[in-house]
C-alpha cells in the first residue's frame, strides 16, 4: 500500500484514469446509482431544505465553540469509563494507540472502517510494531487483501469488479473460485467471524460524538461495526476533533441526512450509540475503551476562511454527483480525500505546496453543492483556494504573467480590439502557441467581432 | 399518531427494510409465530427474563445455554421506532445485545406500546446515565460493496423477524 | 423598453452571429436595444483561476460602461452569474464600486430568463423547424437558477420537436480555464455530452452558454453524422 502522496501528478493520474475503461465504468456506475438512490430517498423527505438548514447549524454550532465541545465531551465520556487521549498530529496518534496496545499485550486488532485511520497511515505503523490488523467492513478487506487503498469513501472497492474480487479471495484465502456477490460475502463473514471472536482489541471510528453524553456514534451496515466495538475487551476509537454534535437530541437530523445522502438508505442497518465501558450489572460494552481526538491541522483550518469545510460528515454525496470524480476515480486525487470535499481538505490539511493540482480538479459545475447535506459551499472554496495558490506562489509564472496582461486587455476597449486583431491575424501561431489541447479545440476567431456590426 | 397507526407504520418500514413482521395479541399467538419462523432443531437462545421472553421460551423446543453457540436469538427489545421502522436495542438490565447479533437469526420481541414514533422521541426516552450500548437495529446486516450489488447477512444475522405483542 | 446589451467576449471575438440573433429578437419584441461601446468581458476568466486583483481591473471597467438603471441582458448564464454573485464581494472593501456592483447585480438578466419573464416571448408564437435538445449550463441552472425558462421557449416554437436530453444538466466539461487546465477530463466529459445529444436524435442541439457549446461542438466534430450546434438565440430568431 502505497502511502505517498500523489495529488501533486493529479493531471498524469487522471489521464492514466481516463483510460482505464473497467474503471470509468465502475465509477460510473456508481456515480448513476447512488445518485439515483439519493434522489428516490429525499423525495418523500418533508423539507430536505429545512433539514440541511438545521444541520449546518447544528455542525457551525460546534465549530464555534469547538473547545468548550471538546472537553464537555472529553469530561462526559471520562465520567462514563472511558479514557480520553488528544493527539496533536499524526504521530501523536499512532504513538498513543501502539502505545495502548502494547501495553497490553495486544497482537491481534479487528478495525471497522476510519477514514482518519487511513489519513494518519495507522495500519502500517501498527504493523510494523508486529500487531496484526485486520480490516473487516467487506471493502476495506478487500483492498486490505490486494493491497491497496480505498477509492471511494463509502465503497472503499468500488473498482473492483466481481471477477475480480473473485480471483483475489481464490488466491489469497484458498477457496474455490466464485464472482457470486452473495457466496463471496458469506466466505468474508465466516473468514472474519472467527477473527472477531478472539482479537485481542477492536479499533473503529466514529460518525459523531455527541458531547452532552460523550457518546460516539457509529453507522454500519455490515454489523462489524458492531463487533468491533463489543466483542473484544478493549476497544479504541479514533476521530477527528471537528466530527462532534452539541448532544444526542440532535443526532436524529443526521440520521435522516447521513444515509440517505449516501447511499440512498433511509437509515443504515445498524446506528450504535457507545457511551463508555461496561458498568456493573452490564453484559455488553468494552471493558475498556479509549478515545482519540484527532486535530492533525484541523485547529488551524478552523481559524482560517475555509472553515466550513469542517463541517463534512463524510456521507461521499459530492462525489456521487462530481462530474470529475465520475470521470478519474478516488485513487486520482492522489490522497486519503477524494472529490470536492477531497480537493478542500487534502489541500488545508496537507499544504499547496503538496496538493494545489487539486484546486483545478473542478469546473466550478456546482453538482456538490446543490446535494451537500449540511451546505459547505465547496464552490465558494474551490475559489478561495484558487486565491490562495496565487497569493502563496503555486502559479505558473506564465499564467500569472498571461492574468495580468488579461487584467489589462479586458479593462481598456482599445487594447481588447487590438488584442482580438492580433489573435485573428496571427490565429495560426496562437493555435501552436497554446497547443491542441485549447487552441485546437477553438474556432477561429471571427473576422468582424460582433462589437464592428451593432449600428 | 394513534396507536394503530404507529403500529402499522413501524410494521411497512420494518417490512422495507426486509424484516419479517408479525403482530399478537396473546401467548399462544406468540407460540404459533415461533413455531413458524424457528425451526424446531435449531438451537436457540433466549434470556427468558421478561414475561414476554418466559412466554416465548416455552414455545421452543431446544434451547442454547449461550448465544454465542445458537443459530438464533429470541428475545424482548427495549422499544421500536416507527418513522424508520427500527428496533432499539440497550444493555440496560444486563442485556448482552450481542445476542442479536451473533447468531444468524435475530427474533426482536416488542410491546406494542413501547413503539416510538420518531427518532427523537426514542432519544428523549433516555434519563440521565445512558447505557452503554444503544443500537438501533433496522432490518439484517447487509452491504453493497462488491458491484453495488446487495448481499443480506454479512457479519451481522442474516434474517431478522420482529414480533410485535 | 430599453435594455443594456452585453454580448461577452466569447460572442463578440468568436460567435457574432450569436448576438445579431439577440439584437433580432430584441427588435422582434419592440426593445430598443442599447449596446453600450467599450465593453469587453466580465472578468470570469481571471477570476475563477484565483486572480482575484486582475479580475477587479476587469469587472470595474464592466460597470463603467454598464451604469444606469435598464436591465442588462446577456446571451451567458455564466458571465450573468458573475456579475449577479460575485461583483459585489470583488468590491466589498470600495464602497462607490460596490454600490455599483449592487445595483449591477440587481438588474443583470440571461437572456432567456428576460425573453421569459419581461416579454412573454413564449406566447409570442416564435417558430423554426427540426427537433432540438437543450443543454442546462451549470451556472445558469445551478447560480441563477434558471432551469424552466429555455425549455418554455422551446416548447412553445412552432414547427419544433423538442426532445429532452438524459443528464441535460450535468456538466459538459468546459468550465472555463479548466478546459486548458485539464483538457482530457474536459474532453472525456464533452464526449458523455455528446453521448447524450446523440442518444436523443435531435438534429440540433441548443443551450444558453457559448462556452459549452463552443465545448460540445469541438466534441460533435469528431462524430460521424454530427448534430448541429446552435445557441438559443440562433434557434429562437431563426425565422424572424
Same mark, same amino acid.
Given at each position: 500500500? $502505497?502511502?505517498?502522496?500523489?495529488?501533486?501528478?493529479?493531471?498524469?493520474?487522471?489521464?492514466?484514469?481516463?483510460?482505464?475503461?473497467?474503471?470509468?465504468?465502475?465509477?460510473?456506475?456508481?456515480?448513476? /446509482?447512488?445518485?439515483?438512490?439519493?434522489?428516490?430517498?429525499?423525495?418523500?423527505?418533508?423539507?430536505?431544505?429545512?433539514?440541511?438548514?438545521?444541520?449546518?447549524?447544528? *455542525?457551525?454550532?460546534?465549530?464555534?465553540?469547538?473547545?468548550?465541545?471538546?472537553?464537555?465531551?472529553?469530561?462526559?465520556?471520562?465520567?462514563?469509563?472511558?479514557?480520553?487521549?488528544?493527539?496533536?498530529?499524526?504521530?501523536?496518534?499512532? &504513538?498513543?494507540?501502539?502505545?495502548?496496545?502494547?501495553?497490553?499485550?495486544?497482537? /491481534?486488532?479487528?478495525?471497522? %472502517?476510519?477514514?482518519? $485511520?487511513?489519513?494518519?497511515?495507522?495500519?502500517?505503523?501498527?504493523?510494523?510494531?508486529?500487531?496484526?490488523?485486520?480490516?473487516?467492513?467487506?471493502?476495506?478487506?478487500?483492498?486490505?487483501?490486494?493491497?491497496?487503498?480505498?477509492?471511494?469513501?463509502?465503497? =472503499?472497492?468500488?473498482?473492483?469488479? *466481481?471477477?475480480?474480487?473473485?480471483?483475489?479471495?481464490?488466491?489469497?484465502?484458498?477457496?474455490?473460485?466464485?464472482?457470486? =456477490?452473495?457466496?463471496? /460475502? %458469506?466466505?468474508?463473514?465466516?473468514?472474519?467471524?472467527? %477473527?472477531?471472536?478472539?482479537?485481542?482489541?477492536?479499533?473503529?471510528?466514529?460518525?459523531?460524538?455527541?458531547?452532552?453524553?460523550?457518546?460516539?456514534?457509529?453507522?454500519?451496515?455490515?454489523?462489524?461495526?458492531?463487533?468491533?466495538?463489543?466483542?473484544?475487551?478493549?476497544?479504541?476509537?479514533?476521530?477527528?476533533? &471537528?466530527?462532534?454534535?452539541?448532544?444526542?437530541?440532535?443526532?436524529?437530523?443526521?440520521?435522516?441526512?447521513?444515509?440517505?445522502?449516501?447511499?440512498?438508505?433511509?437509515?443504515?442497518?445498524?446506528?450504535?450509540?457507545?457511551?463508555? /465501558?461496561?458498568?456493573?450489572?452490564?453484559?455488553?460494552?468494552?471493558?475498556?475503551?479509549? #478515545?482519540?481526538?484527532?486535530?492533525?491541522?484541523?485547529?488551524?483550518?478552523?481559524?482560517? &476562511?475555509?472553515?466550513? #469545510?469542517?463541517?463534512?460528515?463524510?456521507?461521499?454525496?459530492?462525489?456521487?454527483?462530481?462530474?470529475?470524480?465520475?470521470?478519474?476515480?478516488?485513487?486520482?486525487?492522489?490522497?486519503?480525500?477524494?472529490?470536492?470535499?477531497?480537493?478542500?481538505?487534502?489541500?488545508?490539511?496537507?499544504?499547496?505546496?503538496? $496538493?494545489?493540482?487539486?484546486?483545478?480538479?473542478?469546473?466550478?459545475?456546482?453538482?456538490?453543492?446543490?446535494?451537500?447535506?449540511?451546505?459547505?459551499?465547496?464552490?465558494?472554496?474551490?475559489?478561495?483556494?484558487?486565491?490562495?495558490?496565487?497569493?502563496?506562489?503555486?502559479?505558473?509564472?506564465?499564467?500569472?504573467?498571461?492574468?495580468?496582461?488579461?487584467?489589462?486587455?479586458?479593462?481598456?476597449?482599445?487594447?481588447?480590439?487590438?488584442?482580438?486583431?492580433?489573435?485573428?491575424?496571427?490565429? =495560426?501561431?496562437?493555435?501552436?502557441?497554446?497547443?491542441?489541447?485549447?487552441?485546437?479545440?477553438?474556432?477561429?476567431?471571427?473576422?468582424?467581432?460582433?462589437? *464592428?456590426?451593432? =449600428? | 399518531?394513534?396507536?394503530?397507526?404507529?403500529?402499522?407504520?413501524?410494521?411497512?418500514?420494518?417490512?422495507?427494510?426486509?424484516?419479517?413482521?408479525?403482530?399478537?395479541?396473546?401467548?399462544?399467538?406468540?407460540?404459533?409465530?415461533?413455531?413458524?419462523?424457528?425451526?424446531?432443531?435449531?438451537?436457540?437462545?433466549?434470556?427468558?427474563?421478561?414475561?414476554?421472553?418466559?412466554?416465548?421460551?416455552?414455545?421452543?423446543?431446544?434451547?442454547?445455554?449461550?448465544?454465542?453457540?445458537?443459530?438464533?436469538?429470541?428475545?424482548?427489545?427495549?422499544?421500536?421506532?416507527?418513522?424508520?421502522?427500527?428496533?432499539?436495542?440497550? @444493555? @440496560?438490565?444486563?442485556?448482552?445485545?450481542?445476542?442479536?447479533?451473533?447468531?444468524?437469526?435475530?427474533?426482536?420481541?416488542?410491546?406494542?406500546?413501547?413503539?416510538?414514533?420518531?427518532?427523537?422521541?426514542?432519544?428523549?426516552?433516555?434519563?440521565?446515565?445512558?447505557?452503554?450500548?444503544?443500537?438501533?437495529?433496522?432490518?439484517?446486516?447487509?452491504?453493497?460493496?462488491?458491484?453495488?450489488?446487495?448481499?443480506?447477512?454479512?457479519?451481522?444475522?442474516?434474517?431478522?423477524?420482529?414480533?410485535?405483542? | 423598453?430599453?435594455?443594456?446589451?452585453?454580448?461577452?467576449?466569447?460572442?463578440?471575438?468568436?460567435?457574432?452571429?450569436?448576438?445579431?440573433?439577440?439584437?433580432?429578437?430584441?427588435?422582434?419584441?419592440?426593445?430598443?436595444?442599447?449596446?453600450?461601446?467599450?465593453?469587453?468581458?466580465?472578468?470570469?476568466?481571471?477570476?475563477?483561476?484565483?486572480?482575484?486583483?486582475?479580475?477587479?481591473?476587469?469587472?470595474?471597467?464592466?460597470?463603467? +460602461?454598464?451604469?444606469?438603471?435598464?436591465?442588462?441582458?446577456?446571451?451567458?448564464?455564466?458571465?450573468?452569474?458573475?456579475?449577479?454573485?460575485?461583483?459585489?464581494?470583488?468590491?466589498?472593501?470600495?464602497?462607490?464600486?460596490?454600490?455599483?456592483?449592487?445595483?449591477?447585480?440587481?438588474?443583470?438578466?440571461?437572456?432567456?430568463?428576460?425573453? +421569459?419573464?419581461?416579454?412573454?416571448?413564449?406566447?409570442?408564437?416564435?417558430?423554426?423547424?427540426?427537433?432540438?435538445?437543450?443543454?442546462?449550463?451549470?451556472?445558469?441552472?445551478?447560480?441563477?437558477?434558471?432551469?424552466?425558462?429555455?425549455?418554455?421557449?422551446?416548447?412553445?416554437?412552432?414547427?419544433?420537436?423538442?426532445?429532452?436530453?438524459?443528464?441535460?444538466?450535468?456538466?459538459?466539461?468546459?468550465?472555463?480555464?479548466?478546459?486548458?487546465?485539464?483538457?482530457?477530463?474536459?474532453?472525456?466529459?464533452?464526449?458523455?455530452?455528446?453521448?447524450?445529444?446523440?442518444?436523443?436524435?435531435?438534429?440540433?442541439?441548443?443551450?444558453?452558454?457559448?462556452?459549452?457549446?463552443?465545448?460540445?461542438?469541438?466534441?460533435?466534430?469528431?462524430?460521424?453524422?454530427?448534430?448541429?450546434?446552435?445557441?438559443?438565440?440562433?434557434?429562437?430568431?431563426?425565422?424572424?
Amino acid at each position: 500500500m $502505497s502511502d505517498v502522496q500523489t495529488s501533486l501528478t493529479f493531471r498524469a493520474n487522471a489521464a492514466r484514469a481516463i483510460k482505464d475503461a473497467p474503471l470509468r465504468s465502475a465509477m460510473r456506475q456508481a456515480a448513476d /446509482t447512488f445518485g439515483a438512490k439519493r434522489a428516490d430517498a429525499f423525495a418523500p423527505v418533508a423539507d430536505l431544505e429545512a433539514l440541511r438548514d438545521k444541520a449546518s447549524t447544528l *455542525r457551525l454550532q460546534v465549530l464555534d465553540r469547538l473547545q468548550e465541545y471538546e472537553e464537555m465531551f472529553a469530561s462526559r465520556a471520562t465520567r462514563a469509563g472511558a479514557t480520553v487521549h488528544r493527539a496533536k498530529d499524526a504521530d501523536a496518534a499512532r &504513538e498513543i494507540i501502539a502505545g495502548i496496545l502494547k501495553d497490553r499485550s495486544a497482537k /491481534t486488532v479487528v478495525k471497522s %472502517k476510519s477514514m482518519v $485511520s487511513e489519513e494518519i497511515h495507522l495500519n502500517a505503523h501498527l504493523e510494523k510494531a508486529g500487531m496484526e490488523v485486520l480490516e473487516t467492513d467487506l471493502g476495506e478487506y478487500i483492498i486490505q487483501l490486494v493491497g491497496e487503498t480505498p477509492s471511494h469513501i463509502i465503497v =472503499p472497492a468500488i473498482h473492483k469488479n *466481481r471477477r475480480q474480487v473473485g480471483r483475489l479471495f481464490a488466491e489469497k484465502l484458498g477457496v474455490e473460485y466464485t464472482e457470486d =456477490p452473495q457466496v463471496l /460475502t %458469506k466466505i468474508a463473514r465466516r473468514t472474519i467471524r472467527e %477473527k472477531f471472536l478472539n482479537a485481542d482489541a477492536g479499533l473503529s471510528g466514529a460518525n459523531f460524538a455527541a458531547a452532552a453524553s460523550g457518546s460516539l456514534v457509529l453507522f454500519t451496515n455490515e454489523g462489524n461495526g458492531r463487533m468491533v466495538t463489543t466483542v473484544p475487551p478493549l476497544h479504541i476509537a479514533i476521530l477527528s476533533l &471537528e466530527k462532534m454534535i452539541p448532544s444526542l437530541a440532535d443526532l436524529p437530523t443526521f440520521i435522516r441526512l447521513l444515509p440517505r445522502s449516501a447511499t440512498g438508505q433511509s437509515i443504515t442497518s445498524y446506528v450504535s450509540v457507545i457511551t463508555g /465501558t461496561r458498568k456493573p450489572g452490564e453484559a455488553t460494552g468494552a471493558k475498556e475503551l479509549h #478515545i482519540v481526538m484527532l486535530d492533525n491541522g484541523r485547529a488551524e483550518i478552523l481559524s482560517g &476562511e475555509c472553515r466550513e #469545510i469542517l463541517k463534512c460528515i463524510r456521507c461521499g454525496a459530492c462525489m456521487n454527483v462530481c462530474p470529475v470524480y465520475r470521470t478519474v476515480g478516488g485513487h486520482s486525487y492522489g490522497w486519503t480525500y477524494p472529490g470536492p470535499m477531497g480537493i478542500v481538505l487534502t489541500t488545508l490539511l496537507t499544504g499547496m505546496a503538496k $496538493s494545489h493540482p487539486l484546486v483545478d480538479a473542478s469546473t466550478l459545475c456546482g453538482a456538490c453543492d446543490e446535494v451537500c447535506p449540511v451546505r459547505i459551499p465547496l464552490v465558494d472554496l474551490f475559489l478561495k483556494l484558487r486565491e490562495q495558490r496565487v497569493r502563496e506562489g503555486f502559479s505558473k509564472p506564465m499564467e500569472k504573467r498571461g492574468m495580468r496582461v488579461f487584467g489589462k486587455v479586458a479593462a481598456s476597449p482599445s487594447l481588447f480590439s487590438a488584442g482580438q486583431f492580433l489573435s485573428r491575424t496571427f490565429w =495560426p501561431l496562437v493555435r501552436a502557441f497554446g497547443g491542441k489541447d485549447v487552441a485546437g479545440r477553438l474556432p477561429g476567431p471571427a473576422k468582424v467581432p460582433f462589437h *464592428r456590426r451593432v =449600428p | 399518531m394513534t396507536s394503530p397507526d404507529l403500529l402499522r407504520r413501524f410494521l411497512e418500514n420494518a417490512g422495507n427494510a426486509a424484516a419479517g413482521t408479525h403482530a399478537v395479541s396473546d401467548a399462544p399467538g406468540l407460540r404459533r409465530v415461533l413455531s413458524g419462523i424457528v425451526p424446531g432443531t435449531d438451537p436457540v437462545f433466549c434470556p427468558g427474563l421478561t414475561d414476554k421472553e418466559k412466554a416465548a421460551a416455552a414455545a421452543l423446543p431446544c434451547r442454547a445455554v449461550d448465544y454465542a453457540g445458537a443459530t438464533a436469538t429470541v428475545e424482548e427489545v427495549y422499544g421500536a421506532i416507527a418513522e424508520t421502522g427500527s428496533l432499539v436495542c440497550v @444493555s @440496560s438490565g444486563g442485556r448482552a445485545v450481542q445476542a442479536g447479533l451473533l447468531p444468524a437469526h435475530h427474533v426482536a420481541i416488542v410491546s406494542r406500546e413501547r413503539i416510538f414514533a420518531t427518532l427523537d422521541d426514542c432519544f428523549a426516552s433516555f434519563a440521565e446515565g445512558l447505557p452503554t450500548n444503544i443500537t438501533l437495529v433496522t432490518g439484517p446486516s447487509r452491504t453493497a460493496d462488491i458491484e453495488l450489488t446487495l448481499a443480506i447477512g454479512v457479519h451481522g444475522p442474516e434474517k431478522l423477524d420482529i414480533i410485535v405483542f | 423598453m430599453r435594455v443594456q446589451l452585453f454580448g461577452t467576449c466569447l460572442v463578440d471575438s468568436f460567435f457574432p452571429e450569436v448576438g445579431e440573433a439577440t439584437l433580432k429578437l430584441f427588435r422582434r419584441f419592440g426593445v430598443t436595444a442599447v449596446f453600450p461601446k467599450g465593453q469587453t468581458c466580465c472578468g470570469q476568466p481571471a477570476f475563477n483561476a484565483g486572480y482575484a486583483d486582475d479580475a477587479r481591473a476587469v469587472a470595474a471597467h464592466f460597470l463603467s +460602461v454598464f451604469d444606469g438603471d435598464a436591465p442588462i441582458v446577456t446571451p451567458s448564464g455564466s458571465c450573468a452569474a458573475m456579475v449577479k454573485h460575485h461583483y459585489p464581494d470583488l468590491f466589498r472593501t470600495d464602497p462607490v464600486l460596490h454600490a455599483k456592483a449592487e445595483r449591477a447585480a440587481g438588474r443583470i438578466y440571461e437572456l432567456s430568463q428576460f425573453l +421569459v419573464r419581461f416579454l412573454r416571448a413564449h406566447e409570442s408564437g416564435l417558430a423554426g423547424k427540426g427537433t432540438v435538445t437543450y443543454h442546462s449550463s451549470c451556472h445558469l441552472a445551478r447560480s441563477l437558477g434558471v432551469r424552466d425558462e429555455p425549455l418554455i421557449l422551446l416548447q412553445s416554437m412552432k414547427g419544433v420537436r423538442f426532445i429532452p436530453m438524459p443528464d441535460a444538466s450535468r456538466c459538459c466539461g468546459f468550465g472555463g480555464t479548466f478546459m486548458a487546465k485539464l483538457p482530457e477530463i474536459s474532453c472525456a466529459l464533452a464526449e458523455e455530452k455528446a453521448d447524450s445529444i446523440v442518444a436523443t436524435g435531435a438534429d440540433t442541439v441548443t443551450g444558453c452558454d457559448a462556452g459549452c457549446l463552443m465545448n460540445i461542438g469541438d466534441a460533435m466534430k469528431k462524430r460521424a453524422n454530427p448534430v448541429q450546434v446552435r445557441h438559443i438565440a440562433q434557434v429562437l430568431a431563426e425565422e424572424l
